[in-house]
């Protein structure tokens, strides 16, 4: 007999995160363990049939079997040594379809009972659906420990699934070959993500003017999702590459995913490829300016990883007034260590890259957005709008004013003007 304590434990803790009910049974379908969220929300006869249903019953695997219930609802059946259980019902926020589908019983309403089930990651109940099935057994290399891979692959992918892709992959060649077509130069594409990477825009500028007899391959038979998907593989390959230049991973995904939104409401293929050009300049100007930094900071190329933890923790706090203590507590160090370890990397202190990089965001909030100076010092910290202006002006060399009025479009202004917020 299984230590019944210890699956008690772990199925009301599986059914909170899950936000489901969560069951044991014997090997008999006997129910022995049963542990709910919100007893409004779960129907027994539901689960009862469920268990009944003969792709269940007869389920011998050791995979965990994940099925749906007419495409709307999740379960999990979950064979084990010490016994069975069910996870379920549950809703997935990534669109999913398994092999196996049910019907639920009749008079049954399963669009209301799936309309108050609140959402749920797919990962994280395949980490649930471990837990229970990889618990008292012995990882070896016969007999290794299941993971997240296994259960996708045996329950949401068919059989001919990558047969078909191989069949159809040795196809296109054949007719690549037949119709004299070729790809783009693969060297082209390097070229272009390490001009990226380098953060040289006039090179990268000229790479994107040239032509070959190639082209790129078929993504979509229409021509506007064509542009929007190459688009997307674009911004993918310029977001990693600026990143290795040196430019901050939360911008680098920040500026991808604004970039992709714009791409997804494309009505023109014209558009799309003038949004893709503009995006690989742009994440060539970030590692341009990042290099630009560094020189005049005189910083090392290489960098220490509690610096890299310090400069992560000052970017995701920037709108806040930030100290060196509170840094220092965050990432584990001591105030001083941490403070001459950077001097140290940076060639700078900390303070002062924080002040820094206020002033940097300040710069394009000034550019970009419609905030007043006084939102935009209360947003990063600063003791009052007076202060703002006197750190920025001694490290720009300009008030906010004069740089807002000197950098930003004329259409910026008009409309920054009209909302008349704020004053210096």
């Given at each position: 007999?299984?230590?019944?304590?210890?699956?008690?434990?772990?199925?009301?803790?599986?059914?909170?995160?899950?936000?489901?009910?969560?069951?044991?049974?014997?090997?008999?379908?006997?129910?022995?363990?049963?542990?709910?969220?919100?007893?409004?929300?779960?129907?027994?006869?539901?689960?009862?049939?469920?268990?009944?249903?003969?792709?269940?019953?007869?389920?011998?695997?050791?995979?965990?079997?994940?099925?749906?219930?007419?495409?709307?609802?999740?379960?999990?059946?979950?064979?084990?040594?010490?016994?069975?259980?069910?996870?379920?019902?549950?809703?997935?926020?990534?669109?999913?379809?398994?092999?196996?589908?049910?019907?639920?019983?009749?008079?049954?309403?399963?669009?209301?009972?799936?309309?108050?089930?609140?959402?749920?990651?797919?990962?994280?109940?395949?980490?649930?659906?471990?837990?229970?099935?990889?618990?008292?057994?012995?990882?070896?290399?016969?007999?290794?420990?299941?993971?997240?891979?296994?259960?996708?692959?045996?329950?949401?992918?068919?059989?001919?699934?990558?047969?078909?892709?191989?069949?159809?992959?040795?196809?296109?060649?054949?007719?690549?070959?037949?119709?004299?077509f070729a790809h783009n130069p693969y060297s082209h594409e390097k070229r272009q993500v390490a001009s990226i990477r380098e953060g040289e825009i006039d090179r990268l500028s000229r790479i994107l003017e040239e032509r070959f007899p190639g082209r790129y391959g078929t993504l979509s038979q229409d021509p506007l999702r064509q542009e929007i998907y190459i688009g997307i593989v674009e911004t993918t390959l310029a977001s990693r590459a600026a990143i290795e230049g040196g430019v901050h991973p939360e911008i680098?995904?920040?500026?991808?995913?604004?970039?992709?939104?714009?791409?997804?409401?494309?009505?023109?293929?014209?558009?799309?490829?003038?949004?893709?050009?503009?995006?690989?300049?742009?994440?060539?100007?970030?590692?341009?300016?990042?290099?630009?930094?560094?020189?005049?900071?005189?910083?090392?190329?290489?960098?220490?990883?509690?610096?890299?933890?310090?400069?992560?923790?000052?970017?995701?706090?920037?709108?806040?007034?930030?100290?060196?203590?509170?840094?220092?507590?965050?990432?584990?160090?001591?105030?001083?260590?941490?403070?001459?370890?950077?001097?140290?990397?940076?060639?700078?202190?900390?303070?002062?890259?924080?002040?820094?990089?206020?002033?940097?965001?300040?710069?394009?909030?000034?550019?970009?957005?419609?905030?007043?100076?006084?939102?935009?010092?209360?947003?990063?910290?600063?003791?009052?709008?007076?202060?703002?202006?006197?750190?920025?002006?001694?490290?720009?060399?300009?008030?906010?004013?004069?740089?807002?009025?000197?950098?930003?479009?004329?259409?910026?202004?008009?409309?920054?003007?009209?909302?008349?917020?704020?004053?210096?």
């Open positions: 007999m299984p230590n019944q304590t210890n699956y008690q434990y772990l199925l009301h803790r599986i059914s909170r995160h899950t936000y489901t009910s969560a069951r044991m049974y014997t090997k008999k379908k006997k129910l022995l363990l049963y542990c709910k969220a919100d007893p409004q929300l779960y129907d027994e006869t539901l689960a009862e049939s469920l268990i009944k249903q003969k792709q269940i019953s007869d389920y011998k695997s050791r995979i965990p079997l994940l099925f749906s219930v007419e495409h709307s609802l999740f379960y999990a059946w979950i064979v084990t040594p010490d016994g069975l259980f069910l996870l379920g019902p549950t809703r997935f926020s990534t669109p999913m379809e398994t092999r196996l589908d049910l019907s639920a019983p009749s008079g049954l309403s399963v669009k209301l009972l799936s309309d108050a089930i609140p959402l749920y990651n797919v990962g994280q109940f395949c980490e649930d659906i471990l837990l229970l099935c990889n618990l008292g057994r012995r990882g070896t290399t016969t007999d290794p420990y299941l993971d997240e891979n296994a259960i996708l692959t045996s329950n949401c992918i068919t059989d001919n699934d990558f047969g078909d892709a191989l069949s159809a992959l040795y196809n296109k060649i054949f007719e690549d070959v037949e119709n004299n680098a995904y920040s500026l991808s995913d604004i970039t992709i939104q714009k791409l997804d409401n494309c009505k023109s293929a014209i558009t799309a490829m003038t949004i893709s050009r503009q995006m690989q300049l742009q994440y060539a100007r970030l590692v341009a300016d990042q290099k630009q930094s560094r020189l005049q900071t005189k910083s090392p190329a290489a960098e220490n990883n509690h610096v890299s933890h310090c400069k992560d923790y000052i970017f995701t706090h920037l709108h806040g007034k930030l100290t060196v203590r509170e840094i220092a507590d965050a990432i584990g160090l001591e105030e001083n260590y941490l403070s001459a370890l950077f001097k140290r990397y940076e060639n700078v202190t900390l303070s002062s890259y924080i002040t820094n990089e206020k002033i940097n965001l300040a710069k394009n909030l000034l550019m970009y957005s419609h905030y007043s100076f006084i939102e935009i010092s209360n947003y990063l910290g600063f003791s009052s709008q007076s202060h703002f202006g006197q750190v920025f002006k001694k490290i720009t060399g300009t008030t906010p004013r004069t740089f807002r009025e000197s950098y930003a479009s004329d259409d910026f202004m008009v409309e920054t003007m009209r909302s008349k917020k704020g004053s210096e």
